[in-house]
């Protein structure tokens, strides 16, 4: 067969391929990433049930997402306040050894613009933060920190807990795996035990990742 003739079934194939996944309708995902950052490595699970639009082009979508953060040494976080941030009043904590997780409800978005390319983003909206406790000090006070029970958006300063946001790339291989890349902004905050400085028991640590991720589609 005439390589032309080859190239041509290629993209006939693929585009059928596509064409089959490109269509209105519930789907749902099983997607595994893991994430780096500075001082932190990340590890999520999630679901996603997402219903298609013009003619599956646009797909919008929610499902629980699972993820693990597992921290270096000295992570610094600061006043997680936001009348504290206003009033220029920050405290910060260098914390080792942060082993936090989250289980929350992330909505997401994906757009399909070509043959198996996809954009996309999500972000956790509420759920439940925990993890282990760590010894942590500030002005000579001794107590001890841990992840909050809530995690919740709420825009800007005012969000609580552990909270993971992404943008990505992805490419489907035909209509049930794909691969996902990008960066994610992290968020991960501790409860001291005793109030600190001005009052203040809550501390934030924000980040920006890399990530890969494996989708599959049953």
């Given at each position: 067969?005439?390589?032309?003739?080859?190239?041509?079934?290629?993209?006939?194939?693929?585009?059928?391929?596509?064409?089959?996944?490109?269509?209105?309708?519930?789907?749902?995902?099983?997607?595994?990433?893991?994430?780096?950052?500075?001082?932190?490595?990340?590890?999520?699970?999630?679901?996603?049930?997402?219903?298609?639009?013009?003619?599956?082009?646009?797909?919008?979508?929610?499902?629980?997402?699972?993820?693990?953060?597992?921290?270096?040494?000295?992570?610094?976080?600061?006043?997680?306040?936001?009348d504290l941030i206003a009033a220029?009043r920050i405290e910060t904590l260098?914390?080792?050894?942060?082993?936090?997780?989250?289980?929350?409800?992330?909505?997401?978005?994906?757009?399909?613009?070509?043959?198996?390319?996809?954009?996309?983003?999500?972000?956790?909206?509420?759920?439940?933060?925990?993890?282990?406790?760590?010894?942590?000090?500030?002005?000579?006070?001794?107590?001890?920190?841990?992840?909050?029970?809530?995690?919740?958006?709420?825009?800007?300063?005012?969000?609580?807990?552990t909270l993971d946001s992404e943008?990505?790339?992805?490419?489907?291989?035909?209509?049930?795996?794909?691969?996902?890349?990008?960066?994610?902004?992290?968020?991960?905050?501790?409860?001291?035990?005793?109030?600190?400085?001005?009052?203040?028991?809550?501390?934030?640590?924000?980040?920006?990742?890399?990530?890969?991720?494996?989708?599959?589609?049953?």
């Amino acid at each position: 067969m005439p390589i032309r003739h080859r190239i041509m079934l290629v993209l006939v194939l693929t585009f059928s391929g596509t064409a089959s996944a490109l269509e209105n309708g519930w789907t749902h995902d099983l997607d595994v990433a893991v994430g780096f950052g500075t001082g932190t490595v990340t590890a999520a699970l999630t679901e996603v049930s997402a219903f298609g639009l013009f003619d599956g082009r646009i797909r919008l979508g929610a499902g629980p997402r699972l993820v693990g953060v597992f921290g270096g040494d000295g992570l610094t976080f600061s006043t997680a306040d936001a009348d504290l941030i206003a009033a220029g009043r920050i405290e910060t904590l260098a914390v080792s050894g942060v082993r936090s997780g989250a289980l929350n409800l992330a909505l997401s978005a994906r757009v399909r613009v070509w043959a198996g390319l996809e954009f996309g983003a999500n972000i956790d909206v509420v759920g439940v933060g925990f993890g282990r406790t760590r010894s942590v000090s500030s002005g000579g006070l001794q107590t001890e920190a841990s992840p909050p029970t809530l995690n919740l958006l709420a825009l800007g300063r005012k969000d609580q807990g552990t909270l993971d946001s992404e943008f990505f790339v992805a490419w489907w291989f035909g209509d049930r795996v794909a691969l996902r890349a990008g960066a994610s902004h992290l968020v991960t905050e501790l409860v001291t035990r005793v109030p600190l400085q001005d009052g203040n028991d809550r501390f934030r640590r924000s980040s920006t990742q890399v990530f890969a991720a494996v989708t599959v589609r049953p």
